[in-house]
Structures are given as C-alpha cells and as structure tokens.
C-alpha cells in the first residue's frame, strides 16, 4: 500500500523532498509483516529507491547529531528504533539518490530519534494536501501539453518536384545539371580572363547563338508532338510505358494508338495552343492543352529543336 507517511519523521522528509522535486511522485510504501509490524521504504514515481524496508524514513537536518557521515542534510531509511543504524537513501538538498562509487551502503547513526505516529486527522490532512499537489500538477501538465498542442509545427520544407513523375524528375536534374555545368565553365573562363572581357565578349556572343537557333513558331507541329508524347517518344528506354526495342508490333501498336487518340483527341474538342517566348527569343516554351484527352504536353524550343519538358492530366471543369 502507498500513503503519504505514518510517522512526523517521514511527513517531513516527505515535504523535504516534495519542496527539491516537486513533480518526482515522492511516496512510502507500507508493508505488514507477520507480527502486524509495519516496514516503510520510500518511492519515486512508484519505484523503490531502495530494495530494504525500514522501521521508517527521516530527514536529517542541521538539528541531528549525525556520525559516521559527512553532512547533515540527507533523508534516511531508520533501521533500528533508536536510530543508531540508518542507511543514507536521498539528498535532501537536491533529491538525488545517493549512490556509493564501491556500491557500499552507506550508515550512519542519528541521534535523539523519536518514532512517532501521526494521528487519524493529521493523516487525513497529509492526504488532502497530497490529493491537491498531485491535482495541481496534473493541471499544469494539462496546460503544458494543451500549450504544446497550440504552438503551430515548424516550419518544413516540401519538395517542389514532389508531384511531378520519376520521368520528370530525372529531366529537370539534367536541366539543372545542365546550367550547373555552364556555371562551371563560366566560372573557368572567368578565372582566365578578366569578368569584363567575358561579359562582353562570351555572353553576347551565347545570346546570338542561341536566339538565332531558336526555332521558329511554325516549326512546331502539334499533332506530331503530341502523338511522340504518347508513344513514350520522349520516355527513358527503361520506362515500363516505352516499347521495346526489337519489338516492331509493340513499337507499331504503339505509333498507331497515339495516331488515333491524337486524331479523335484533337478532332473532339480541339486543342489550345500557348508559345511564350523566353530570355528575348532565346527559347520559346510552349504549351498544348487537349480537353478531349484531358492532357497537358508542355515543350521549350532551343538549339534548333523543341524539346518535351512534361505532360499532365488535366481535370475538365
């Protein structure tokens, strides 16, 4: 059985150690032998800080005349009923257990010890302030935990390419490893030559390279584009959706689904057409919606050819 203490002694170190840890669950546990005598050992959180029961638990303060020990200030397991033999359990200035680096057990002697039982209205009184703190610290940790449930979650980053497929994906880190290489070799060159030299000289000559291989609008062939996207024209040769190659019927069935959805496809509903040029006519990117299929191809043009990006479903509203 737990209670709160029997005796003044171990009320008080009960108090002692309630005021140093507050929320570490101090009790006794009381237990009858076969003479109805009553053992007590003390508790933290329902464990035992010790295996041994004792006659009773007190706390020894600066008012006890203490041998075989250094400091006065400690609560203690009461052995014999004068006190002559006491184990050490607890600091009382802390509420640490104390625990002998040669795992001996530490004893020491207490001199004008009294055993003295609480009466029936002080135990009642004992439990009803133990019956407060523990709601009390239930409340508070009612609130720490209500607190903790209002704080908003930190911040978390979210991948921007996490909706896009593995194939898209695997594209747009060769785009970026693509401009990465660029960084690279512009980095090189300017290490060379002077920033000033390179901006003038390098830069300009990339953007007329690049703006006069860009490939003109009239190029772009819708139905044919679209018709590679869904053969798997633009897939990865591993891609489970891409035929085979050295299978003509699988590579033949697949040109002619593509024919027929793009034709109905387009016939059906028609298709809306978007070209953006980008950087001053550097590149155009273009994009191709076809309601019928409920697609969305997506293309950029530069160096001379146009280039699939992606293609997505498109909810029809």
Not at 4 to 32: C, F, H, M, Y
Not at 222 to 229: I, N, Q, Y
Not at 238 to 264: C, M, Q, R, Y
């Amino acid at each position: 059985m737990t209670t709160v203490g029997t005796t003044r002694s171990s009320k008080i170190a009960l108090n002692q150690l309630r005021s140093v840890k507050p929320n570490d669950g101090w009790s006794i546990e009381i237990s009858n032998t076969k003479n109805n005598d009553s053992l007590v050992r003390l508790l933290r959180r329902n464990v035992p800080i010790n295996d041994n029961y004792f006659i009773d638990i007190h706390y020894c303060n600066d008012d006890d005349s203490i041998f075989g020990f250094c400091g006065s200030n400690m609560i203690v397991g009461v052995m014999t009923n004068n006190g002559d033999t006491c184990q050490v359990l607890v600091d009382g200035s802390n509420g640490k257990p104390v625990v002998s680096l040669s795992k001996e057990i530490k004893i020491v002697s207490i001199k004008n010890y009294k055993y003295i039982k609480l009466t029936e209205t002080e135990m009642r009184r004992s439990a009803a302030v133990t019956a407060a703190d523990g709601r009390h610290n239930k409340n508070d940790a009612t609130a720490a935990a209500a607190a903790a449930a209002a704080t908003p979650p930190p911040f978390q980053f979210q991948n921007p390419f996490s909706n896009l497929s593995n194939s898209d994906q695997e594209k747009y880190l060769k785009y970026g490893a693509g401009i990465l290489i660029g960084y690279v070799v512009l980095t090189i060159l300017s290490s060379i030559v002077s920033e000033f030299l390179l901006f003038f000289l390098v830069v300009p000559g990339l953007y007329f390279y690049l703006s006069s291989t860009c490939p003109p609008n009239n190029t772009f062939d819708t139905k044919k584009e679209v018709k590679r996207v869904l053969r798997g024209y633009h897939l990865p040769e591993d891609h489970p959706s891409k035929p085979k190659k050295g299978n003509f019927i699988e590579k033949w069935t697949s040109k002619i689904t593509a024919s027929v959805a793009t034709e109905l496809g387009t016939a059906a509903g028609g298709y809306s057409i978007e070209m953006i040029p980008l950087l001053w006519g550097v590149a155009t990117y273009t994009t191709v919606d076809i309601p019928a299929l409920s697609m969305r191809c997506e293309w950029i043009g530069i160096h001379d050819k146009w280039y699939h990006i992606r293609s997505s479903s498109q909810q029809q509203t």
